[in-house]
């Protein structure tokens, strides 16, 4: 990835946190922001208006801000600790996303169809339609290897366990609600505590999933799902399968903690602590959401540079793209929220269409078929606000509708608005031959 869409993509984890927040800020009023803060516009200021003369305004109590939650110190550790850190008992759970060694050493030993699955929120749903779609009109293929970022990573294991698992992926995406997701309140470390998408976890990965995904991997496939690491500032990407195939309560707890922390938005989700060893020391890594590093996970980024003559070991490459990545115009508010709703809106879609060019890019010098699917532009079910049921049930059906046609995916990345998906760049005329 670029610098420029890496900076995209974390400052959209940061304005997503910021986003998410506002509203459970105690003393944040959404109507009152609406109203504009200080009431009519020609009303007079509270600050500013003076008592009448000869009188002492009457003093008000002082606002009184909760504390912050005061939690435990870290257990201290050096890069170098981190660098060496496993995860116990389990040393081929994860490698880091920028390691190319490691990367190559952790892929399956044939080629086949590859999948990704992007960041994206409640807008996953789109992703889950798609597939059962896929599913149910026999397109679908066992793919040789599933990456999950985020709510892709939420999906990334019933995709990758069979299309068995599609009603469950179908009730994951069209039957929960915000209060599933999340509690409004501070954890000291969140805006908001995500203990309902915790216990979601735990009553969706089921010991019986966790041995379908072990059977799928000793088969040669392979699930990868990405995290970031906070203390090192590096992505690291989690092998599913292979913490599947140990199994026993431990890899079952793991399993759902990686799956947690790739959907955790810093700043509005608690972050996961994941308990690792190195050099004698027993420590806990602070992960947050797949996505500040990237919004889908194909290979490390080196891999991919433009300069490079890499070749993707698969025979195709198919991404999904939970997101719509069409202009979607409305007269801001002028307040916080609808300001940075809009702003990392913006951003993400960015982030979005420079890692498409990218991979796009490299698969087509590699010779390897490029597949991608968005939500179509011609989408327009309203939502009323997070996980809104009714909203992800429309998306799912669009989604699945596609799944089901003729033409699922596109062979380049969408066009820009406002520009046909074939209009060739024409040459500047020069003096010469005007």
């Known amino acids: 990835m670029t610098q420029y869409a890496r900076w995209y993509s974390c400052t959209a984890a940061l304005l997503s946190a910021l986003v998410l927040a506002l509203p459970a800020v105690p003393f944040y009023s959404a ?7 200080s009431g009519p516009k020609n009303a007079a200021s509270p600050r500013r208006a003076a008592a009448p003369r000869g009188k002492t305004a009457p003093s008000k109590p002082p606002v009184v801000v909760a504390q912050p939650k005061q939690l435990p110190p870290r257990t201290p550790f050096t890069a170098a600790d981190e660098d060496a850190a496993t995860v116990p008992g389990m040393a081929d ?17 044939q080629p086949g169809p590859w999948l990704a699955l992007s960041t994206g929120g409640a807008d996953g749903a789109f992703g ?11 397109k679908r293929p066992d793919y040789s290897v599933v990456t999950g970022v985020s709510t892709g990573a939420l999906m990334a294991p019933f995709v990758f366990a069979g299309s068995r698992y599609d009603e469950a992926l179908r009730a994951a995406y069209t039957k929960i609600t915000a209060a599933d997701i999340f509690e409004v309140g501070s954890t000291g470390e969140s805006f908001i505590d995500s203990w309902p998408l915790k216990d979601l976890i735990a009553k969706q990965i089921t010991p019986a999933l966790l041995a379908d995904v072990a059977a799928e991997h000793q088969k040669g496939r392979r699930l990868f799902v990405v995290t970031t690491d906070l203390d090192a500032q590096r992505s690291v990407v989690w092998n599913m399968g292979a913490i599947a195939a140990h199994g026993g309560d431990a890899a079952l707890n793991l399993f759902r903690t990686v799956l947690l922390a790739s959907g955790s938005i810093p700043g509005a989700f608690p972050p996961v602590l994941i308990e690792v060893e190195a050099n004698g020391k027993h420590f806990a890594e602070m992960h947050v959401d797949g996505g500040v590093g990237g919004q889908f996970f194909v290979a490390p980024a080196a891999l991919l540079a433009s300069t490079s003559d890499y070749r993707l070991p698969a025979t195709q490459l198919y991404v999904v793209i939970n997101s719509n990545l069409g202009r979607d115009f409305q007269v ?5 929220p609808a300001i940075l709703t809009q702003t990392v809106g913006m951003a993400v879609k960015v982030d979005l269409r420079l890692m498409l060019d990218r991979t796009y890019i490299a698969m087509k010098h590699g010779g390897v078929d490029f597949s991608v699917a968005t939500i179509p532009q011609n989408f ?13 049930q429309a998306l799912f ?12 995916f596109g062979t380049e990345p969408p066009p820009y608005p406002g520009r046909p998906a074939t209009d060739p760049i024409q040459p500047e005329k020069t003096g010469a031959n005007r």
Not at 96 to 109: G, I, K, M, R, V
Not at 128 to 138: C, F, H, I, V, Y
């Open 31 to 37: 109507s009152a922001d609406a109203q504009g803060l």
């Open 93 to 109: 759970a994860r490698f880091w996303a920028d390691s190319e060694t490691d990367f190559e050493h952790a892929l399956p030993s």
């Open 128 to 138: 889950a339609g798609l597939l059962n779609g896929l599913s149910a009109s026999g």
């Open 332 to 336: 801001v508010a002028r307040s916080v």
């Open 380 to 392: 327009n079910a309203p939502s009323r606000g997070p996980f809104d049921p009714v909203y992800m």
């Open 397 to 408: 059906q669009a989604g699945y509708e596609l799944g089901q046609s003729a033409t699922p």
